[in-house]
């Protein structure tokens, strides 16, 4: 009825616990958990829920969280309250709470919120060691710049690093791969020192003309983990450095150029990709211009190598395409087409409704908001295709 055909036959979980969707970072601060209650109503609309096993995971406890952070830091996260918090204590600054850019709010439900996500990336690891999900879903999580004593850019508790760290209790070789628009820095610092882990962040890197780096600042192809070969984490980490207004032509030839190379290179047994959909055009911190089916492809890409894959969310700033994003990619990991048409059944279609390219669909042209000039030209994306093979061969087989 809704267009879903499933040829390719992939066990897939959807993990999610809806109490996530009730917190706030503040009313203008661009994090809006609420944009995960449009991806679900989404979701549920075109029928997904019937062609996957859905969990709706407990919270991580503050042992579990402690598998990757400082237990100083999780008792200050499990304590601080917006009432009781002194923004000139010295460990509210330490532990990454101050600072003007208020990027990392102290608000009500915070312990709540970090537990709720976290549980739902362990679920889904949890669901590929126990072989139940060829492929397992955790949309509210991805916070990937989270340190194990430092919240960062919007980030408390790094899921991600916790799931991963669960995936090597029987996997010898992860692949963490990073689409989000920002440089995946807090994955790729835990496992800075292991061979067992390697990451591969595709981001925005430059300064602006301002002078003020795009956050986090970090990234640029030349940083490709420790470079002492006494190092085991020895090049173990890749980083792809993009400009503005990257195309969907070209962001889907670099992504499957270089990722194809790494998991032939490195033949992972278990794959992590973060898929934030502050990468799409027209997102209001990211500077891409790609359309929810390029983005979508990467997923498609990653499906095709064939091995355990644990899917999460991670950023993404204009509600309504975040939703369209993580719906189609739901539907390419079980196999399914969707109609451009949304289901008119659905609640908050009016989020959908009223925009010049986008009304009442689900694929609108999201290039069309040209809000980045394209500064990537097809030359600097083969040199820098050029120089990532390089930085490979630095890793040892
Ligand atoms: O760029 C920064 C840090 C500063 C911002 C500028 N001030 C003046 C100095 C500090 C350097 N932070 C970034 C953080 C982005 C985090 C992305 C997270 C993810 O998508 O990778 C994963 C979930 C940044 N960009 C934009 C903002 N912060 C921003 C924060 C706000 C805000 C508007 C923009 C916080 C509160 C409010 N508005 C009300
Ligand atoms: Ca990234
Ligand atoms: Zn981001």
Redesign the pocket.
């Known amino acids: 009825e809704y267009g879903l055909e499933r040829p390719q036959g992939y066990n897939v979980s959807f993990h999610y616990n809806p109490h996530v969707e009730y917190h706030h970072f503040?009313s203008?601060?661009?994090?809006k958990p609420w944009r995960l209650t449009l991806t679900k109503q989404l979701v549920l609309s075109y029928g997904l829920e019937y062609t996957m096993d859905l969990y709706e995971p407990r919270p991580a406890s503050f042992n579990e969280l402690a598998i990757f952070h400082d237990r100083e830091y999780l008792s200050y996260l499990s304590e601080i309250t917006p009432q009781n918090a002194k923004p000139d204590d010295s460990q509210y600054i330490a532990y990454g709470f101050g600072?003007?850019?208020?990027?990392c709010?102290v608000f009500d439900g915070l312990w709540n919120y970090v537990s709720l996500y976290t549980g739902a990336s362990m679920s889904a690891a949890y669901n590929l060691l126990n072989k139940q999900s060829d492929i397992a879903i955790n949309w509210s999580g991805?916070?990937?710049?989270a340190k194990k004593n430092l919240a960062s850019?919007?980030?408390y508790v790094n899921d991600i690093v916790i799931a991963i760290q669960l995936l090597l209790t029987q996997h010898q070789r992860v692949l963490y791969i990073d689409i989000?628009?920002?440089h995946g820095d807090g994955v790729e610092q835990a496992f800075e020192s292991t061979d067992r882990v390697f990451t591969l962040s595709y981001h925005k890197y430059g300064i602006d003309r301002h002078g003020?780096p795009f956050?986090p600042g970090t990234g640029n192809i030349d940083e490709m983990g420790p470079k002492d070969p006494a190092n085991r984490g020895k090049a173990h980490s890749l980083n792809i450095p993009i400009d503005d207004g990257i195309d969907d032509h070209q962001y889907k030839w670099l992504f499957r150029t270089v990722t194809s190379k790494v998991v032939e290179k490195y033949n992972p047994q278990a794959i992590v990709l973060q898929s934030?959909a502050?990468s799409l055009g027209g997102d209001r911190?990211g500077r891409f211009n790609l359309n929810i089916k390029a983005h979508g492809s990467c997923i498609e890409t990653v499906k095709s190598f064939g091995r355990p894959l644990v899917l999460i969310g991670?950023?993404g700033y204009t509600p309504r395409n975040v939703a369209r994003t993580w719906c189609h990619e739901t539907a390419v990991c079980v196999g399914a087409t969707l109609h451009n048409d949304l289901p008119t059944h659905i609640p908050y279609l009016q989020a959908f409704q009223g925009e010049e390219n986008g009304d009442g669909i689900l694929y609108p042209d999201l290039h069309n908001t040209k809000r980045h000039d394209n500064l990537n030209t097809d030359p600097a994306l083969h040199k820098l295709v050029e120089k990532a093979m390089e930085n490979l061969r630095y890793m040892e087989g």
């Open positions: 503040g203008s601060h661009p994090m600072g003007d850019s208020n990027d709010p991805g916070l990937h710049h850019g919007f980030c989000d628009v920002h003020w956050f934030g502050d911190l991670g950023g």
